[in-house]
């Protein structure tokens, strides 16, 4: 029998595409998923038509009995996400400076998407 992490990563990936194909569907170009570094993972890398950089947290929680997804985007899940984006940046040779980007973040509250840009 599968785990429960199995499951809770089986849903977590549900969520991740949930959240890309609407942001494809709000006219964002995807990039890349899951990238992972040592110091953190980046869940979705999309890129607007003006060429900015959204890096995209996603949040799932199935009922609001333990909270809202948004409020699980904490301080210390900011700073891994943000140490992944440097990271991501100067492996891509991208000078943070001049880079024009952005973190959002895609809350899934059971079927319910909220779209929080620019957190």
């Known amino acids: 029998m599968p785990s ?4 809770a990563s089986l849903i977590g990936h549900q969520a991740e595409q949930k959240a890309k194909e ?4 709000q006219g964002l170009q995807f990039v890349e998923e899951n ?3 040592k110091v953190g993972e980046i869940d979705l890398i999309m890129q ?3 060429e900015t950089w959204v ?5 799932y929680r199935q009922s609001d009995d333990y909270g809202h997804a948004a409020e ?3 301080s210390s899940k900011r ?7 440097m990271w991501f940046l100067k492996e891509h040779q991208l000078n943070p400076e001049e880079t ?4 959002d973040l895609i809350a899934l509250d059971g079927a319910q998407l909220n779209w929080i840009k620019n957190v």
């Open 55 to 59: 890096f995209v947290e996603v949040k």
């Open 22 to 25: 609407y942001l494809k569907q």
């Open 35 to 37: 990238y992972r570094v």
């Open 100 to 103: 024009a980007m952005r973190i």
């Open 4 to 7: 429960k992490q199995y499951f």
């Open 79 to 85: 700073r891994k996400l943000i140490r992944a984006i």
């Open 48 to 50: 607007t038509s003006d």
């Open 72 to 74: 699980y985007f904490t």
